[in-house]
Structure formats: C-alpha cells, structure tokens
C-alpha cells in the first residue's frame, strides 16, 4: 500500500467548488422570437390593476420611460396589440389590457408553474457541471438595438457581393436589409422565413416626409408621432405605425422644430438598409 498522500479535491488556497444549479425565466414568442417575459409581466399585471403605465412603473419599480418603452417592445412583436391607451397620452388619459393581454398573463402564469416543477426536476438530476455555466452565460445575450421587428422574408435579391433582403413586418410594412451574400447562405435567409429586423435609434431619422429622389434602398416608415423624448443631445421621437408597431430615430431639436413636428402629427422614420441587421434563431 503506497504511503503518498492523496492529492487534495481542489485547489489549496481555495474552497470546494459548488454544484451548479440551473435557474432562469422563460419567455413567451410569436414565430420563435421572444418578446414577454417574468418582468414585462409583472408591468402588465400591473397597468391591468391601476389602469396607468405611469403607476404601473412605480409598483414595479422600472422608469417611467422604460415602461412605456417595454409597452411598445411588447406591442411590436405580440400577435394583436396588448396594451391599449386612451386619448391623451403619456400626459394624461390611462391603459388598459386588451383581451389579448389578459389571455397571455394567464398563459404565461399557467406555464410559469410548470416550468418552476420542470427546474426543479432538472437540479435534482444534475451534477457539477462548469459546462452547464457557460451554457447559460451564453443564453444570456440581448440587444441594444431599440427598433427590433419580426417579420418573414418575402424576397433576396443577390447582386456581386451583397444582396438586398425584403422583411415584411407586423401590419404589412415592408423594410430592406443590405448584407453580404455570404451572410445570406450562412444564416439560410430565404423568402417566407421568419426573422428579427434590427436598427439602432440612432442611425434612424426623422424626417416630415421622406423624399421622393431617395435611393430605392432607403427605408421610410411612416404614421403619427406618439412621443417626443427631449434631453440634453438629439431628442428621440417614436412614430407609430398600423398594427400597434412603432419606430424610433433621432433629431435635432431645431430640426424638429423647423419642421413643425409635433406629437399626434405626421413623420416619417428614414434609414439605410446597411443600418438593418437580420437575425435568425437555429
């Protein structure tokens, strides 16, 4: 029998490693994009109770602006608008859930329930797993682009390097993306599938009316001015367009006000397709 010593379980210096224990929320997706989860939820339930998304911020305890952000996010991508607000605005007036929200709440508390049991099963099964961390690390990514669409392709039109990708969006908006035809075979992008359309704010502008000599790849969308977010730089103005989708770009304040762009008015949102990235979920 050898009388060397066993080699300690860790590393000296350092405490035992500890198991590791997968947790997490999920999230409810309209052709496999996710757009509500535990806390656009808790914002939901809470417009349903107080009639405000001003209060409703409060109780949950997010901005004022990031709730009326989070209501916009969650109007672009759900099946029929989810929050509905009267006349009046942000100012004045209030919210209400339509029925389409009331029905998602009760799924997703439904759901909820039965993934917590799923979790739980999951972690009595599993093992120390470093593997299992970098897993969920990954899982973790998000966006900062503020203008994210759901959409199908409806055509690729491949030129030499690049081609030029059709997405129709909720409401029956059509917008252009320019990517190389490498990204396209790569990514499989092909007509009627289903896709994200990204594009930050701030390479979107804002203009009365598009102009007519503009580039055929040029995007413009256009409705009415539902919120104007002035500071300190360029002001943020959200357009809203069919469908309960809206968009938003930047201006400068003398532009705005050269040209006469007013809540409640018209505007339109222009932007390169080079400013359009596509996303496709595996």
Not at 60 to 65: A, D, P, Q, R
Not at 109 to 130: H, K, P, V, W
Not at 132 to 161: C, E, H, K, P, Y
Request: aromatic share 4%; charged share 20%; net charge neutral.
């Amino acid at each position: 029998m050898s009388n060397k010593p066993k080699p300690p379980s860790h590393s000296p210096g350092k405490p035992p490693g500890k198991p590791v224990n997968v947790a997490g929320q999920f999230w409810l997706s309209v052709d496999e994009v996710a757009f509500l989860g535990e806390e656009r939820i808790a914002l939901l339930e809470q417009i349903a109770e107080r009639g405000s998304i001003t209060q409703a911020a409060k109780a949950v305890g997010v901005s004022y602006k990031a709730a009326w952000d989070a209501v916009d996010a969650i109007n672009n991508v759900a099946p029929s608008p989810v929050v509905s607000t009267a006349t009046g605005g942000r100012g004045g007036g209030g919210a209400r859930l339509t029925d389409e929200g009331r029905r998602l709440i009760t799924a997703y508390r439904t759901i909820a329930a039965e993934y917590q049991r799923f979790l739980a099963g999951i972690n009595a099964a599993m093992g120390d797993s470093g593997a299992a961390l970098d897993m969920l690390r990954r899982l973790a990514l998000r966006t900062s682009a503020r203008n994210q669409f759901i959409g199908r392709i409806v055509a690729v039109t491949a030129r030499t390097v690049d081609a030029e990708v059709w997405i129709e969006i909720q409401g029956g908006e059509r917008i252009v993306s320019g990517i190389t035809n490498e990204s396209v075979e790569l990514l499989g992008l092909r007509p009627g599938r289903s896709v994200w359309a990204l594009a930050k704010a701030v390479a979107v502008d804002i203009v009365r009316e598009p102009d007519s000599a503009r580039p055929p790849s040029t995007n413009a969308l256009c409705g009415t001015v539902k919120q104007i977010n002035r500071g300190d730089g360029p002001t943020e103005v959200v357009i809203a367009l069919s469908a309960g989708v809206t968009v938003r770009g930047v201006i400068d304040a003398d532009a705005l006000e050269r040209l006469g762009i007013v809540e409640g008015g018209p505007a339109c949102a222009v932007f390169p397709a080079s400013s359009v990235i596509v996303g496709v979920d595996n």
